[in-house]
């Protein structure tokens, strides 16, 4: 079956600082989701990728989708404490599931 | 506009008890879910149901069933609680929209089994 995985599990950011977390699918994947979920809340919908090479961009937070829609990747510029939380990357296929990766959990130095 | 609710929020059980989990959304969505999260896992998917009366298994659904009576309720079930299902259960819901599987999920319900 579909497996995505997700890597750094956890980053230690200074705030200001910039850091980047991937995804990565065993499988090519109709679309990919990302999800934020701040510490004990519940995931949130950030954005949905579709189209191979996409980018998107939601203030200081880039998101990209790989040209053979396989891999994306969450970019955070000038990390602040509000950006605390652990991120997800979800992979959709053809039908009506999510496959989730394991997250990155961000903490922030200030 | 409550979206996805559900109950209860927290929930101790000791081992072989039973207990059912409520899911209830009121934004007129086909897709509903049931999800566990465990540290370092992700969510991973139980059950799901692509409308009223239907379900269907997910990558982990031993121990659970499922039940889709009404379309805004998604109902999860344990028969005999084991330790193992210990975790964090949160429900989902998705509309009907062509290629836009964006899932809302609910505060979850935190169980623990002794």
């Known amino acids: 079956g579909q497996q995505v995985m997700q890597i750094p599990q956890y980053q230690h950011v200074q705030e200001g600082e910039d850091f980047t977390t991937y995804c990565n699918s065993s499988t090519t994947l109709s679309n990919i989701q990302w999800y934020k979920q701040r510490p004990g809340g519940h995931p949130v919908f950030l954005i949905q990728l579709v189209k191979s090479g996409e980018v998107k961009k939601q203030k200081r937070l880039t998101f990209q989708f790989g040209e053979a829609k396989k891999n994306s990747s969450l970019h955070i510029t000038a990390t602040q404490t509000t950006d605390v939380g652990t991120y997800f990357c979800a992979g959709g296929s053809n039908d009506y599931k999510l496959s989730f990766g394991a997250g990155t959990t961000v903490t922030v130095r200030a | 506009n409550a979206g996805v609710t559900q109950t209860p929020k927290f929930r101790v059980l000791k081992t072989g008890q039973s207990m059912t989990l409520l899911c209830a959304q009121d934004m007129n969505h086909e897709y509903m879910y049931w999800y566990r999260q465990d540290p370092g896992m992700g969510l991973r998917l139980i059950h799901y149901?692509?409308?009223?009366?239907?379900?269907a298994k997910g990558e982990v659904p031993d121990g659970y069933n499922v039940s889709r009576l009404k379309k805004q309720n998604f109902l999860l079930g344990l028969e005999s609680a084991a330790p193992s299902q210990t975790s964090v259960y949160f429900c989902?819901?998705?509309?009907?929209?062509?290629?836009?599987?964006?899932?809302?999920f609910g505060a979850g319900t935190r169980l623990s089994v002794l």
């Open positions: 149901s692509v409308g009223e009366g239907t379900t």
């Open positions: 989902a819901s998705s509309p009907l929209s062509g290629g836009k599987n964006i899932q809302y």
